[in-house]
C-alpha cells in the first residue's frame, strides 16, 4: 500500500512542479512581449517624448522637497508645486536674459575667429606649402575659404533654410510644451505615479515595488549629481579657462564644458578639443600650451576621482564601456531622449536583475 501511495505523491509533486515552470514560463513571456510593446510604442512616438522626459525628470526631483514643505507647513502641496515652477520659470528667464545676449556674442565671435584658427593649424601643420587635393594644388588659406564657401552654400539652399526655420519652431513649442507639463506633473506627480503603478499585475505589485524601493535614491541621487557635476564643470571651466589662463570666449567654453558633462567621456572629450584648439589659436609659447594640459588633466581628475563618485554614489559603478554603449544606443535610437535616459535605464535594469537574483546591486 505505501509503494503506490509513494508514487502517487511524486507524480502530484511532479505535475505541480510542471504546472509551476508552465506559469512562470507563461508570465515570463508575457512580461517580455510587453516589455517589448512599451519599447515599440515610445520608439514610435520618440518625436514627441523630449518635452515628457524633461518635465517629468524636473518634477521626480523636485517631489520629496514639495512632500516636504507640504507635510511640514500642513499647506496645500499645489501651493509649493506653483510657487516652484515659478521659482524655475524665474531663474530659467534671468539666466536667458542676463547671459543670453552675450553667449550670443560670444558664439558669433567663436565662428568669425574659427577661421583663423583653421588656417593657423594648416599652416602649422603643412609648413605653409600648398597641398593637392582633388588635383589642384591649394595653400591653408584656400583650403579654409573653400571650406566655408561650401558651408555657406549649404546654407543658402532654400530647403536647408526651410528646415532651419522648422526646427526653430519645433524648439518653441517643445519648450512652451516642457512648460507645460512641468507645472501639472509638479501638481499631480503623485497621482501619475499611482496611475503608473496600477497598472502592473496585482500580485507582480509587490515586486515592482520592492525594486523601486531600491531604484528611487539611486535615480533621485543620480539626476542630482549629474547637476551637480554640470554646474561644477562650469564654474570650473570659467575659472581655469577665464580668469587663470584667460582665453577668449570662456563664457561659452564654460558653458560647453559644463553641458558635456551630460554626456561623459563623449561629450567631455569634444569640448577638451575644441577648448585645445582656442587654446594654439591663441598660445604665445610653450608654457602656454603645457598650462592649458594642465587645466585639462586637473579638471579632468577633479570630476573623475572626486565629485562624480561623491556625488553620485552607486550610480558612478556603472562600467565605463557600459555607459559609452548606453549612450550611443540611446541616441541611435531615440536621439536626444534616448541620451539622457541612457544611464537611468542601464540602472534599472541593474537593480531589477539584482533584485530578481536576490544579490547586492553594487556587485553587478
Not at 9 to 31: K, M, N
Not at 32 to 53: C, D, K
Not at 266 to 288: C, K, Y
Not at 344 to 362: N, S
Request: a positive charge; proline letters at 4%.
Amino acid at each position: 500500500m505505501n509503494v503506490p501511495e509513494t508514487r502517487s505523491g511524486e507524480v502530484q509533486r511532479a505535475e505541480g512542479a510542471r504546472t509551476t515552470t508552465s506559469r512562470h514560463t507563461g508570465e515570463t513571456r508575457t512580461v517580455v512581449l510587453t516589455v517589448g510593446a512599451i519599447a515599440v510604442f515610445l520608439y514610435l512616438i520618440r518625436p514627441i517624448l523630449l518635452p515628457f522626459v524633461v518635465a517629468g525628470i524636473v518634477a521626480y526631483i523636485g517631489t520629496p522637497l514639495l512632500d516636504w514643505l507640504a507635510k511640514r507647513t500642513r499647506l496645500p502641496r499645489s501651493l509649493f508645486a506653483v510657487l516652484l515652477f515659478l521659482l524655475l520659470l524665474g531663474c530659467a528667464g534671468l539666466i536667458v536674459a542676463v547671459a543670453g545676449q552675450r553667449l550670443a556674442a560670444e558664439a558669433a565671435s567663436t565662428i568669425t575667429d574659427l577661421r583663423g584658427t583653421l588656417e593657423h593649424l594648416l599652416r602649422q601643420a603643412t609648413g605653409d606649402q600648398s597641398i593637392r587635393i582633388f588635383g589642384q594644388s591649394m595653400d591653408a588659406d584656400q583650403i579654409v575659404r573653400t571650406i566655408f564657401d561650401r558651408i555657406r552654400d549649404w546654407f543658402g539652399q532654400p530647403d536647408q533654410l526651410a528646415s532651419i526655420t522648422g526646427s526653430g519652431l519645433v524648439a518653441v513649442m517643445a519648450t512652451f510644451l516642457t512648460a507645460v507639463l512641468l507645472i501639472w506633473f509638479l501638481v499631480s506627480g503623485p497621482g501619475v505615479a499611482r496611475g503608473l503603478f496600477w497598472m502592473v499585475p496585482p500580485r507582480r505589485r509587490p515586486l515592482v515595488a520592492q525594486i523601486w524601493l531600491r531604484l528611487d535614491p539611486v535615480l533621485k541621487r543620480y539626476f542630482l549629481g549629474v547637476a551637480a557635476i554640470v554646474i561644477y564643470a562650469m564654474a570650473a571651466a570659467y575659472i581655469g579657462l577665464g580668469l587663470i589662463l584667460g582665453l577668449d570666449h570662456a563664457v561659452l567654453l564654460a558653458l560647453m564644458t559644463g553641458l558635456g558633462e551630460m554626456l561623459p567621456i563623449i561629450g567631455s572629450t569634444a569640448v577638451a578639443i575644441i577648448a585645445g584648439l582656442v587654446a594654439l589659436h591663441t598660445a604665445t609659447g610653450i608654457m602656454s600650451i603645457v598650462a592649458f594640459a594642465v587645466y585639462a588633466i586637473v579638471l579632468r581628475l577633479s570630476i573623475d576621482q572626486i565629485v562624480a563618485p561623491l556625488v553620485l554614489g552607486r550610480a558612478a559603478n556603472l562600467h565605463p564601456v557600459l555607459i559609452i554603449f548606453c549612450f550611443l544606443a540611446g541616441a541611435v535610437v531615440f536621439g536626444i531622449t534616448g541620451v539622457i535616459l541612457a544611464v537611468p535605464v542601464a540602472l534599472a535594469v541593474k537593480i531589477t536583475l539584482a533584485t530578481l537574483y536576490g544579490e547586492d546591486d553594487r556587485s553587478g
